[in-house]
């Protein structure tokens, strides 16, 4: 498997964020070098506190050899003329190195965060990304613009906003997905799939995959040379101490996952479908902090990997070896041992 990690987490962890840990944006540069140095495949800027495409760019400008990505850009809130720029110049910056992930979000988001008018997800994202790749063609192969679906009519092209072609091939897309609408959107339309944190390995086995494959083959591709990248979610520390306040973070984000209507899929699968309901309730109250205790100790490790240190990259490839082709975690680093520590894990999880 290919590991990679996230460059927008707080302080110097690139495990779970902290809430009250923002991301210093002036460090980006620096903690991108450090991630190639420490043996990473790949780097990835989430969308949640930051803008992915400004650290992508910042990423792109400090490293030469790590690949990078949004994980992910969220799509809908940008037209896909200004998605298809910000790739483009990202990929010719990076030297080929970037691959465009993105995702939908969920409908309250849409409507109450950034004022959309909510359609199903899936046609949509179809549209898009088909949208992205119109004005890729058209700047690299001087094709002309006429891309028409049930979403868009883009015919106008004018060489004032016209960047032309570059040395490097259009950057790959991935889709991030969970329900299997959007994985069979991701197998016909883009290179890879990103399963959200919460999906496990048995869900995206029974799930995911076969939504996936069928896709590819309704477009003639050959599903297993496209890419299945995830960050599970991971509760790893040095000492036991240190490991339960991991744990106790996990259980948190557990329970959040659980109570949101558009992952209840995920819980379903292993019979939580009520359990779900009822964090939904406790969500809508905002009683987050009774949330946790719902998430007993067989719940969260069917979600998490949890361990020290020193078992954490063996457990990592027992789980996913043969799930993904892209794992995403790390462990903090302070000082030159926790470096070698991860450049260990690294190389492990590596050659898994």
Known sequence: MQVYTELNLGKTDPGLREPDEPFDITTACEKAALIESLGFDGMVSTETKDDSFILTALAAQATTRLAIATSVAIAFARTPYVTAMAAWRIQALSRGRFTLGLGPQVRAHLVRRFGLEFTPAGPWMRDYVGAVRAFWDCWQNGTRLNYVSDRYKLDLMVPLFNPGPMAFEPPPI????????????????????????????????EVMLPAFRKGAQKSGRDASKLAAAQKPLIAAAATEEALEKKIRDVRARVAFYASTPAYRPAFEIWGLGELADRLSVLSREQRWEEMPAYVDDDMLHKYAVVGLYEDIADKIVERYSGV?????????????????????????VQAG
């Open 324 to 348: 993904l082709t892209h794992v995403g975690f790390s462990i903090a680093v302070e000082n030159e041992n926790d470096a070698d520590k991860l450049r260990k894990m690294v190389k492990r």
């Open 174 to 205: 991935h889709i991030a997905a969970l329900n299997t609408v959007m994985c069979q959107v991701a197998g016909e339309v883009a290179e890879g799939f990103r399963p959200h944190p919460v999906c496990t390995p048995r869900y995206i086995r």
